[in-house]
T-cell receptor, first 112, second 112 residues
Framework: DVKVTQSSRYLVKRTGEKVFLECVQDMDHENMFWYRQDPGLGLRLIYFSYDVKMKEKGDIPEGYSVSREKKERFSLILESASTNQTSMYLC???????????FGQGTRLTVV | QQQVKQSPQSLIVQKGGISIINCAYENTAFDYFPWYQQFPGKGPALLIAIRPDVSEKKEGRFTISFNKSAKQFSLHIMDSQPGDSATYFCAALSGGSYIPTFGRGTSLIVHP
């Protein structure tokens, strides 16, 4: 089974802190994604990566950056956390030849 | 701009009833339409998917109906069970990028 693991289930951070959300997949997938999930807004794409060190902005990249130094790991960085970034963050990965995306269990981030 | 419109936002069904969730899209380049199921505290997982060369796909109690001319597709859950209570997301992808565009989700509650 494909496994996408997010490092934290719950995080509470203070406004202005730099926050790192980590995601690791174990299936050698080329593509990795970060989504944000908010009630009534569904899943919105923040960033995606189709190869090591390659990244593309999604629909809502403002206030976020990403890092992919190794194929299996994709990190989401909040440079200076703000309260409007309180949300559920979902990481996903996908094989380049396939269509199904596999999701992690999510990280619920609260910024106070 | 919302590329995939999903309705209803929430749905309450009695056990044994039929649950119907609808999605509509505008981009005619979309050629793969998956549905994801998300239980509380979990990431979304692929439930069933369809390509536009067929009008219907059935897997157990779950059926996707696809209307290419109307650019609409729907998920039908027959004999709905309390264990089906979850959030359902439709999505659409186009060849080449295969980055899923998600609907806003439907919260389904099946009462015993």
């Amino acid at each position: 089974d494909v496994k996408v693991t997010q490092s934290s289930r719950y995080l509470v951070k203070r406004t202005g802190e730099k926050v790192f959300l980590e995601c690791v997949q174990d299936m050698d997938h080329e593509n990795m994604f970060w989504y944000r999930q908010d009630p009534g807004l569904g899943l919105r794409l923040i960033y995606f990566s189709y190869d090591v060190k390659m990244k593309e902005k999604g629909d809502i990249p403002e206030g976020y950056s990403v890092s992919r130094e190794k194929k299996e790991r994709f990190s989401l960085i909040l440079e200076s956390a703000s309260t409007n970034q309180t949300s559920m963050y979902l990481c996903a990965s996908r094989d380049g030849m396939n269509t199904e995306a596999f999701f992690g269990q999510g990280t619920r981030l609260t910024v106070v | 701009q919302q590329q995939v419109k999903q309705s209803p936002q929430s749905l309450i069904v009695q056990k044994g009833g039929i649950s119907i969730i609808n999605c509509a899209y505008e981009n005619t380049a979309f050629d793969y339409f998956p549905w994801y199921q998300q239980f509380p505290g979990k990431g979304p997982a692929l439930l069933i998917a369809i390509r536009p060369d067929v009008s219907e796909k059935k897997e157990g109690r779950f059926t996707i109906s696809f209307n290419k001319s109307a650019k609409q597709f729907s998920l039908h859950i027959m004999d709905s069970q309390p264990g089906d209570s979850a959030t359902y997301f439709c999505a659409a992808l186009s060849g080449g990028s295969y980055i899923p565009t998600f609907g806003r989700g439907t919260s389904l509650i099946v009462h015993p």
